[in-house]
């Protein structure tokens, strides 16, 4: 009964391909998001969606593009990837209190 | 402009051994400090919480100790195991689902 998954766990790719990672919450929660880690392990958000809609874009280039099909789908698409986007993606989901529940986290590799 | 930060970067604790990391923050908005730790190939999983209208929490071995007025803010774990060695975060949100500011983390050992 996994809470907030993602899929895939890794991904590799070459540079200036395009790719999209999944993310599922089975929490019926409202608010979503997506956080990067980086090699350093610092943990930034990227977006924020509540009820299906953007609330917060934190000045991520455009070439990352999230989709919110429904509550329980978060998806995060990446286009042109680059050398600097290797790192580690986080979904994550939150009800009313304001507690983030995160996912297993998809290790993203730019060849 | 980072808004939580932690410290120690890194720490070692002998097995029992009382592991302390601390964090301060800026914005005095944020209303919700948690603190979460991560396993490698994992995601951060939340460990304890706390709101400012309260100065401690504890839940098992782990107690958070709030101080409003430093804007500061501390993770103790009493009776350290080698199952705690983790990577620590705090972090800090305001009111509603907004979304979580981190600090850097702290890389824990605990040895035997």
């Known amino acids: 009964d996994t809470a907030v998954s993602q899929t895939p766990k890794y991904l590799v790719t070459q540079m200036g391909n395009d790719k999209s990672i999944k993310c599922e919450q089975n929490l019926g929660h409202d608010t979503m998001y997506w956080y990067k880690q980086d090699s350093k392990k610092f943990l930034k958000i990227m977006f924020s969606y509540n009820n299906k809609e953007l609330i917060i874009n934190e000045t991520v280039p455009n070439r990352f593009s999230p989709k919110s099909p429904d509550k329980a789908h978060l998806n995060l698409h990446i286009n042109s990837l680059e050398l600097g986007d290797s790192a580690v993606y986080f979904c994550?989901?939150?009800?009313?209190?304001?507690?983030?529940?995160f996912g297993p986290g998809t290790r993203l590799t730019v060849l | 402009q980072q808004q939580v930060k932690q410290s120690p970067q890194s720490l070692i604790v002998q097995k029992g051994g009382i592991s302390i990391i601390n964090c301060a923050y800026e914005n005095t908005a944020f209303d919700y400090f948690p603190w979460y730790q991560q396993f490698p190939g994992k995601g951060p999983a939340l460990l304890i919480a706390i709101r400012p209208d309260v100065s401690e929490k504890k839940e098992g071995r782990f107690t958070i100790s709030f101080n409003k007025s430093a804007k500061q803010f501390s993770l103790h774990i009493m009776d350290s195991q080698p199952g705690d060695s983790a990577t620590y975060f705090c972090?800090?949100?305001?009111?509603?689902?907004?979304?979580?500011?981190f600090g850097k983390g702290t890389r824990l050992s605990v040895i035997a």
């Open positions: 994550a989901s939150s009800p009313p209190s304001g507690t983030q529940y």
């Open positions: 972090a800090a949100s305001m009111v509603g689902n907004t979304p979580l500011v």
